[in-house]
């Protein structure tokens, strides 16, 4: 089954503690982006890569890292979480050009 | 500035009927643009889309139409059912830009029954 798949689902951390989100999608597609939800903003973009070892910014990249070593992997990375961070996240991924984005099912992050 | 803009946040529409969400945008390099429909604890899921060189997409009870010369669409649903009860997410391709997509705030449809 064609999906993008993300972990944990959940998770409750606290402020300065480094975490990882991971994400994987299984459809060969050469594009990846995070993006995060919030009440009022909609879905906001934090990061995208183009192909492997090709990552930028989004809209909103500040106190987040990204990688791209591997085309299926794209790990979302808080190297010092504070409060602001709480949100849902969601990774997604497309085929290059005229096409959709497909989402895996986020991860709800909570920083105390 | 917001590029893609839903002003709308909530709707309710009587099942049966018809639903009608509305969609702005601002940039006139946008080139594709999608509608996904979102539940509680899932992902957005991609619903219907049209290239911007068309004016109308339909797929079963839903139809996108495009006004490029009023920077609008909508997305209509006939008949509206329950399960439709969901938030719509408008979303837009800049065609001279890295290939993302810009969301609106999205719209929350609620069908009564």
């Known amino acids: 089954e064609a999906q993008v798949t993300q972990n944990p689902r959940y998770l409750i951390t606290v402020t300065g503690k480094k975490l990882t989100v991971t994400c994987s999608q299984n459809?060969?597609?050469?594009?990846m982006s995070w993006y995060r939800q919030d009440p009022g903003l909609g879905l906001r973009q934090i990061y995208y890569?183009?192909?492997?070892?090709?990552?930028d910014k989004g809209d909103v990249p500040e106190g987040y890292k990204v990688s791209r070593k591997e085309k299926r992997n794209f790990p979302l990375i808080l190297e010092s979480p504070s409060p602001n961070q709480t949100s849902l996240y969601f990774c997604?991924?497309?085929?290059?050009?005229?096409?959709?984005?497909?989402f895996g099912n986020g991860t709800r992050l909570t920083v105390t | 500035d917001q590029q893609v803009k839903q002003n709308s946040p909530s709707l309710s529409v009587q099942e049966g009927r018809i639903s009608i969400l509305n969609c702005d945008y601002t940039?006139?390099?946008?080139?594709?643009f999608l509608w996904y429909k979102k539940y509680p604890a899932e992902g957005p899921t991609f619903l219907i889309s049209?290239?911007?060189?068309?004016d109308k997409n339909e797929d079963g009870r839903f139809t996108v139409f495009l006004n490029k010369s009023a920077k609008h669409l909508s997305l209509h649903i006939v008949p509206s059912q329950p399960g439709d009860s969901a938030v719509y997410f408008c979303?837009?391709?800049?065609?001279?830009?890295?290939?993302?997509?810009?969301f609106g705030k999205g719209t929350h449809l609620i069908i009564q029954p």
């Open positions: 979303a837009a391709r800049d065609g001279g830009g890295a290939d993302g997509l810009t």
């Open positions: 890569s183009m192909n492997v070892e090709v990552t």
């Open positions: 459809m060969n597609h050469e594009y």
């Open positions: 997604a991924s497309k085929r290059q050009g005229i096409s959709p984005l497909h």
């Open positions: 940039n006139s390099m946008f080139d594709y």
């Open positions: 049209i290239s911007s060189i068309k």
